[in-house]
């Protein structure tokens, strides 16, 4: 091909593919439309159904097919409003009290939308020096706010999930394959699912995993703990990793930290806290008393997506000696050879398995920076007496019956019938809550026992959703014990 034509090629192509980098006029026509579609949701949002239960949820999606023809924003706006914030659980609702809610702080998607827009490198400090130390502000603070050493490292993520891979890979990273059946990890009944995930993703399969027993309060036994980790060293087994939780997700407690951490610091396990669902309460001076030990973890995992009220998308693994959170993630490349920092930064990409990465420090810095952190604390603190005031009004009621006082912000309950199985009449409770809507409740199973959950955690939720949490589940309860 000649030089001139290859020119007229690329002019033809130019004029095309230009279309993709928009002007002005039209960035601002469909900036503006998007905005008045967030700020329609917005103000609709404290009458639209927490959960919405529908037939073939979404499924419009589907008769749109991706193509090589444009399609107006108003029809993808259409589309998004009916198939994609419709159906299923509305997580930016304050009426979400299932599960461990998460948040949608605006500034936070202000600041992903200046990350996206300026699409600056975070992952490597020599490319984007202000992105990286925009991340290591944010995890140095964590550090402090939990009482880690300067020696800390850590590094944002895209969840809790993640961030428990992160943390468990790294306190694999010095054993040998030979010993990986010979490993035990100690952990209960109450661990989140994600840790046992993690454990088969991170090549931990043939370890022993063994359930520590919990007490009344679904809290782990460290008197059991030390016993069980006796008994499998005198088996020639390899005592290796305890993963304890602040915050558990089905009940809202705390495991009694200080005791597990010296029990590790004697058998020397690695001790990993998962505190996706507490670690922020840490904001709130009472709970700092009860989170006492917290900062004696090997590593431990938070979640700015729930605690710190973001949307989704950011977690957070933070690692005592963070030169270990190095040795097991960082890498090298020929190609990035102009890029090694040195002291200059901690480079994110050394302290995780991505390289190129969502720039979600801005998502975190801009709403705690431009809000500070009092609202924040008060709103934490706001959860912990929402979940104690439902607890000591539903336990009035006649019929139900509660789990231990909230440690955290999650209150467990049961209505136990005057007649029939309990559990079956809770999963009736349960499923006519969720198909009401108006509020979003969800349930768990405690030794057998189905038992119905509420955790106030979005920053939305306030005392009147609580409020008409009990009504609905009172009303409910009611209905079914008569029909
Ligand atoms: C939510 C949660 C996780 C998982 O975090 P994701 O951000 O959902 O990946 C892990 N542990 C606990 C205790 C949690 O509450």
């Not at 900062?295 to 009220?309: E, M, T, Y």
């Not at 119905?452 to 949490?469: E, G, K, N, Y």
């Amino acid at each position: 091909m000649s030089v001139e034509a290859i020119e007229e090629k690329l002019r033809s192509l130019e004029s095309e593919s230009g279309r993709l980098d928009l002007d002005a006029g039209r960035r601002r026509e469909i900036t503006d439309q998007v905005i008045s579609y967030a700020e329609r949701f917005l103000s609709a949002l404290p009458t639209m159904p927490t959960y919405n239960h529908v037939l073939k949820p979404g499924s419009g999606i589907e008769e749109h097919r991706i193509g090589d023809e444009p399609e107006s924003l108003a029809v993808l706006l259409k589309l998004f409003a009916d198939h994609v914030d419709a159906p299923g659980l509305n997580p930016a609702s304050g009426g979400h009290m299932g599960f461990i809610p998460g948040g949608g702080l605006y500034p936070s998607a202000l600041g992903d939308y200046l990350a996206a827009v300026t699409n600056r490198f975070s992952g490597l400090f020599r490319a984007g020096p202000g992105a990286v130390r925009l991340e290591n502000l944010l995890v140095d603070w964590m550090k402090e706010l939990l009482g880690y050493p300067e020696s800390a490292a850590g590094t944002l993520t895209s969840g809790g999930s993640v961030a428990n891979l992160a943390a468990i890979v790294t306190a694999r990273d010095p054993l040998s394959s030979k010993d990986y059946h010979r490993a035990v990890v100690y952990t209960s009944s109450q661990a989140h699912e994600s840790v046992f995930r993690a454990l088969r993703v991170a090549g931990m399969s043939e370890a022993t995993v063994r359930h520590v027993a919990v007490d009344r309060q679904c809290k782990m036994e460290p008197g059991d703990l030390d016993r069980q980790i006796e008994r499998d060293r005198a088996d020639d087994l390899l005592p290796w990793l305890l993963v304890a939780s602040a915050g558990t997700t089905n009940t809202g407690v705390i495991d009694p930290l200080e005791s597990l951490a010296q029990i590790a610091a004697r058998h020397k396990l690695w001790f990993h806290i998962d505190a996706a669902y507490g670690g922020f309460f840490m904001l709130v001076e009472e709970s700092r008393r009860a989170l006492r030990g917290i900062a004696d973890a090997d590593s431990i995992v938070l979640d700015p997506h729930k605690g710190l009220f973001l949307p989704y998308g950011c977690g957070c693994v933070i690692v005592r000696q963070g030169q270990k959170l190095y040795d097991a993630h960082h890498g090298t490349a020929d190609y990035l050879k102009d890029f090694e920092t040195g002291a200059a930064g901690r480079s994110p990409s050394d302290y995780s398995m991505e390289l190129s990465r969502h720039f979600r420090s801005v998502r975190m810095w801009l709403p705690l920076k431009l809000l500070g952190l009092a609202p924040f604390r008060a709103a934490l603190e706001e959860k912990l007496y929402l979940a104690r005031w439902f607890w000591e009004r539903i336990v009035e009621v006649d019929g139900f019956e509660c789990l231990g006082y909230p440690e955290l912000s999650v209150a467990t309950y049961r209505y136990v019938p005057a007649s029939g199985s309990p559990n079956d009449f809770n999963r009736r409770l349960m499923d006519a809550v969720q198909k009401d809507g108006s509020i979003f409740l969800s349930s768990t199973i405690i030794d057998g026992e189905v038992y119905l959950r509420m955790c106030a955690l979005s920053f939305r939720t306030h005392l009147d959703h609580v409020r008409q949490a009990l009504d609905l589940v009172v009303t409910l309860a009611r209905k079914l014990e008569q029909a």
